[in-house]
C-alpha cells in the first residue's frame, strides 16, 4: 500500500489548494481584511499623531490642539480596538471553520478506505491527522493571511510615515534594521528549535506512561518496575532539561532584543540631535518618527517568520491531501443485488495481498446453492478467513472472479452486496455503547425490539444479558472489554441473526465458547441457517458434521470437497483432521 503520492506536490499547489478552503468564507474574509486595514491603519496615525502632542499641545500650547489630541486617541484606540476584535474574531472564524471541514473529509474519507489500508496504517497517525495536522493547517493559513495583509499593511504605513518625517533617518534606519532583524532571527531560530525538542521529549514521556498503564500486568509478573521506573527518569529528566533551556532562551530573547533596539534607537538619536544628516526635526516630529520605528520592529518580525509559517503549513498540508488523494473503495457497480440469492460461485479465484510475495488463496472453485451450509475447515493460516472475506469485498480478489446470481459482485452496488451478508468476524468488534446499541448496529434505532430480544434468545445471549444490572442497557466499555470472550461472541452473533440477512458468514464465531454454549448456540443456528446460505468457518470440527458440504483448505488451495460421511470415507485430509481432532478432545 504506497501512501506517498508518486508525483510530489508542489508546495505551492499544496497552499493554493489550502486556499481553495478559504474561498466559501468570503464574507468573514472580507470582515477580517477591513479589520486588519483599520488596525494597520490606526497604527501609522498613532505614530503620526505624536506631532501635534509635542509640537502643538506641549511646545506651541495650541488651544485648538490641546482639545483635539487627547480626543484623537480615545477616537484612535476604539478604531484599532474594534479592529483588532474584527479581524481577530473572523480570521478565527474562518480557520475553525476550515478545521471543521478538514476533519469532516478526512474522516469521511477513512471510512470509505479499502480494508487493505488499515493493515498497514497505525492507528495513533491517523488520528492525529484528523486531529492535530488539520489543525496545523488551518493556523498557518490563518496566520499568514494574517500576516500577509495586516503586518504588511502596518509596515507600509509606518514606513511611509518616517519617510514622511525624515528620509535621511529612515534611510539609516533601513541599514541598521535588517542588521538586527537578522540577529533577532537567529536567536529566535534557536528558540524555535528548542521547543520542538520540547514536544519529542514530552512524546516520549506520555508514551512511557501509556506503556506502563496498558503494560501494567506484564510489568507485575516480570518484574519490570525498576526498567519501566528508569525509561521514565530519562525521559523526564531530558524534558526538564529542554524546558529549561527554553526558559534560558526565552528569558535572553527579550533582553537582547531590547538591547539591540535600543542601539537602533541610539544610533538614530544621536544622527538626529547631532544635526549632521538630517535637517533639525521639531520635537514633535522626532518623537513620531521614533514611535513609528519602535511600533515597526513586531510587524517586520513577523514577517520575516511568514516563510517559515507557510512551509509549516505546507507540511502539515501535504499529509492530510495525500490522506484525502488515496484512493477509496472501488464501488462502480451499478446492479442491485437482491435476494433471493440463489447460487454463490467462486471462480478461480486466488488472492495476494501484498505483491512480490505469494498467493494465499489460489483456484479456488466453489459453487455454493440458496439455503446450502458450507463449513469451511483447514490448519490455522490455510486462507478461510481469507475467502470469506472476498464474499462481502473486504478486500478484492486478485485473480477469478465471485458471482451471485450469474453476476460478479463488482457489478453490484457495494451497499446492495453488503446488505445482504450478516458476518459474524473472527475478531469481535463491539462499539463503547450499550449492548442493545451493539446488536441494533446499523439499523439506526429502528429495529423491531421483540426482534431483538428473539436474535439474543437464539444466540444463547439473553440470558447473561439479564444478569448484568443495567441489562440491555450495560456498557459495553471500550472494544467490549467489560464482557467475556464468550460473551462478546454471541453478542455479535446476535447482532448478525438481527440483520436477517440472505446471507450469512460465522468465522469461528463460538470459538471461545464452551462445549456446552457452543452446542445451545448451535442449536438456535440450526434453524435459522436451514432458511439461508451460511459460510461457516469451523472451529471445533464436531459442529460442522451436518453441514451441506465441507471444504477443506490446506495452503491457499481448496484440496477436498465432500460432506462428512463422503469425507471420513475417502478424504485424507479431513480424515487426519478429524483424527487429530477425536484424539485432543
Ligand atoms: N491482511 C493481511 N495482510 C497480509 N497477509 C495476510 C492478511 N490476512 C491474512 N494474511 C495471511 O494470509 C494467510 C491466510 O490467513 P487467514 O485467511 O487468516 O487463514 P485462516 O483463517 O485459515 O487461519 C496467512 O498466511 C496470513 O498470514
Ligand atoms: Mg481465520
Request: glycine residues 6%.
Amino acid at each position: 500500500m504506497s501512501e506517498v503520492n508518486q508525483d510530489v506536490p508542489k508546495a505551492s499547489d499544496t497552499y493554493r489548494r489550502l486556499l481553495t478552503y478559504i474561498k466559501p468564507f468570503k464574507r468573514q474574509f472580507a470582515y477580517a481584511i477591513a479589520g486588519m486595514i483599520g488596525y494597520a491603519i490606526t497604527e501609522a496615525s498613532f505614530a503620526a499623531l505624536m506631532k501635534p502632542l509635542l509640537d502643538g499641545s506641549f511646545v506651541e500650547q495650541d488651544s485648538q490642539a490641546i482639545v483635539f489630541v487627547p480626543l484623537v486617541i480615545i477616537l484612535i484606540f476604539i478604531i484599532r480596538g474594534v479592529a483588532g476584535f474584527a479581524s481577530t474574531y473572523y480570521m478565527s472564524w474562518i480557520g475553525w471553520s476550515v478545521i471543521k471541514q478538514l476533519r469532516k473529509e478526512v474522516f469521511a474519507k477513512y471510512l470509505s478506505l479499502p480494508t487493505r489500508f488499515y493493515d498497514n496504517a497505525s492507528s495513533g497517525e491517523l488520528i492525529s491527522r484528523i486531529t492535530f495536522n488539520s489543525q496545523r493547517v488551518a493556523q498557518a493559513a490563518s496566520s499568514t493571511l494574517t500576516i500577509m495583509v495586516r503586518d504588511s499593511l502596518t509596515a507600509i504605513g509606518l514606513l511611509a510615515l518616517m519617510f514622511w518625517q525624515s528620509w535621511q533617518l529612515s534611510l539609516c534606519f533601513l541599514v541598521i534594521g535588517p542588521i538586527i532583524g537578522l540577529i533577532v532571527d537567529r536567536v529566535s531560530r534557536q528558540f524555535r528549535a528548542v521547543s520542538r525538542n520540547i514536544q519529542d521529549s514530552m512524546g516520549d514521556v506520555s508514551h512511557v506512561i501509556q506503556e506502563a498503564v496498558d503494560g501494567s500486568r506484564v510489568i507485575k509478573i516480570f518484574g519490570g518496575q525498576a526498567t519501566e521506573e528508569n525509561h521514565f527518569e530519562m525521559a523526564n529528566e531530558s524534558n526538564r532539561a529542554f524546558n529549561m533551556r527554553e526558559t534560558a532562551i526565552r528569558a535572553l530573547n527579550v533582553p537582547i532584543i531590547q538591547m539591540l533596539v535600543a542601539i537602533a534607537l541610539a544610533i538614530i538619536v544621536y544622527l538626529a540631535s547631532s544635526g549632521g544628516i538630517a535637517e533639525r526635526l521639531s520635537v514633535g516630529e522626532f518623537m513620531s518618527f521614533v514611535t513609528a520605528m519602535l511600533l515597526l520592529f513586531q510587524p517586520l518580525r513577523r514577517l520575516t517568520s511568514l516563510n517559515s509559517q507557510i512551509q509549516n503549513g505546507i507540511a502539515a498540508g501535504e499529509t492530510l491531501f495525500a490522506t484525502l488523494d488515496l484512493e477509496s473503495e472501488i464501488d462502480t457497480g451499478v446492479k442491485q443485488l437482491e435476494p433471493p440469492i440463489t447460487t454463490i460461485y467462486f471462480k478461480d479465484v486466488g488472492l495476494r495481498y501484498v505483491s512480490g510475495k505469494p498467493n494465499v488463496l489460489q483456484n479456488v472453485n466453489l459453487t455454493i446453492k440458496q439455503g446450502e451450509t458450507v463449513a469451511f475447515v483447514g490448519e490455522s493460516g490455510s486462507g478461510k478467513t481469507s475467502l470469506v472475506n472476498l464474499l462481502p469485498r473486504l478486500y478484492d480478489l486478485t485473480e477469478g472472479s465471485i458471482e451471485i446470481n450469474g453476476v460478479a459482485t463488482t457489478e453490484y452496488t457495494m451497499a446492495s452486496l453488503r446488505d445482504a451478508i450478516a458476518y459474524v468476524s473472527q475478531d469481535v468488534m463491539l462499539f463503547n455503547d450499550t449492548i442493545a446499541n451493539n446488536i441494533a448496529y446499523g439499523f439506526h434505532g429502528e429495529h423491531d425490539p421483540s426482534a431483538l430480544l428473539n436474535a439474543c434468545k437464539t444466540a444463547h445471549a439473553h440470558d447473561f444479558i439479564m444478569d448484568f444490572p443495567d441489562q440491555y442497557e450495560t456498557m459495553v466499555g471500550e472494544n467490549g472489554v467489560m464482557l467475556s470472550g464468550g460473551q462478546r461472541q454471541r453478542v455479535a452473533i446476535a447482532r448478525a441473526i438481527l440483520k436477517n440477512a440472505p446471507i450469512l458468514i460465522l468465522d469461528e464465531a463460538t470459538s471461545a465458547l464452551d462445549t456446552e454454549s457452543e452446542r445451545k448456540v448451535q442449536q438456535g443456528l440450526e434453524a435459522l441457517m436451514s432458511t439461508r446460505t451460511t459460510l461457516v468457518v469451523a472451529h471445533r470440527l464436531s459442529t460442522i458434521e451436518r453441514a451441506d458440504k465441507i471444504i477443506v483448505m490446506d495452503k491457499g488451495n481448496v484440496v477436498e470437497v465432500g460432506s462428512h460421511r463422503e469425507l471420513l470415507a475417502n478424504g485424507s485430509h479431513y480424515s487426519n483432521l478429524h483424527q487429530l481432532h477425536s484424539d485432543r478432545t
